[in-house]
T-cell receptor
Framework: KAGVTQTPRYLIKTRGQQVTLSCSPI?????VSWYQQTPGQGLQFLFEYFSETQRNKGNFPGRFSGRQFSNSRSEMNVSTLELGDSALYLC???????????FGPGTRLLVL | SQQGEEDPQALSIQEGENATMNCSYK?????LQWYRQNSGRGLVHLILIRSNEREKHSGRLRVTLDTSKKSSSLLITASRAADTASYFCATALNSGGYQKVTFGIGTKLQVIP
């Protein structure tokens, strides 16, 4: 099976812009989770989608949003970018139960 | 807030030595997982241990879990330069019919050839 893919891999934006990141899970996986990773904070959970519904959400401002499509692909959107949003954004998929999460390579976002 | 806290935050050893990393957590869990991350890349799952298990092995990896102390350890035996990476523990708790996973801040391991 193909692994989790994320696009784009690298992105440079300026403050105030918005960005959309994409994640394609492993075929058959219905759960997609998003994480923000920064050197100081480690991996911070953003949200999880399962069968097109958000079923878990971390403590991030409303500028961070996401959605999941019927084919389980997920997108994450960040509006009004701030310098502090510079990070590696990781998505992970699982079949939905208490099993292993499979991570994509991440999208590295730099906000100038 | 982070559920798991790894200790030490950084570890440097010689190739061939054993590396031990610890993870402490605060609440009850259903399972605990260890992941490896090579610099700037995605995480790779290493091993999962359930709350009713005490020890698990996978190749050169040995994981222990002490639910009374709310702690886990990851032992890598006969380390290799390729083991250089960051290692994260992740605790999972079933909540409302789904699994809530929380990661620690990681231990950065350097294996010197």
């Amino acid at each position: 099976k193909a692994g989790v893919t994320q696009t784009p891999r690298y992105l440079i934006k300026t403050r105030g812009q918005q960005v959309t990141l994409s994640c394609s899970p492993i075929s058959g996986h219905r759960s997609v989770s998003w994480y923000q990773q920064t050197p100081g904070q480690g991996l911070q959970f953003l949200f999880e989608y399962f069968s097109e519904t958000q079923r878990n959400k971390g403590n991030f401002p409303g500028r961070f949003s996401g959605r999941q499509f019927s084919n389980s692909r997920s997108e994450m959107n960040v509006s009004t970018l701030e310098l502090g949003d510079s990070a590696l954004y990781l998505c992970a998929s699982s079949s939905g139960g208490p099993e292993t999460q499979y991570f994509g390579p991440g999208t590295r976002l730099l906000v100038l | 807030s982070q559920q798991g806290e790894e200790d030490p935050q950084a570890l440097s050893i010689q190739e061939g030595e054993n590396a031990t990393m610890n993870c402490s957590y605060k609440t009850s869990i259903n399972n605990l997982q260890w992941y490896r991350q090579n610099s700037g890349r995605g995480l790779v799952h290493l091993i999962l241990i359930r709350s009713n298990e005490r020890e698990k092995h996978s190749g050169r990896l040995r994981v222990t879990l002490d639910t009374s102390k709310k702690s886990s350890s990851l032992l890598i035996t006969a380390s290799r330069a390729a083991d250089t990476a960051s290692y994260f523990c992740a605790t999972a708790l079933n909540s409302g019919g789904y699994q809530k996973v929380t990661f620690g801040i990681g231990t950065k391991l350097q294996v010197i050839p």
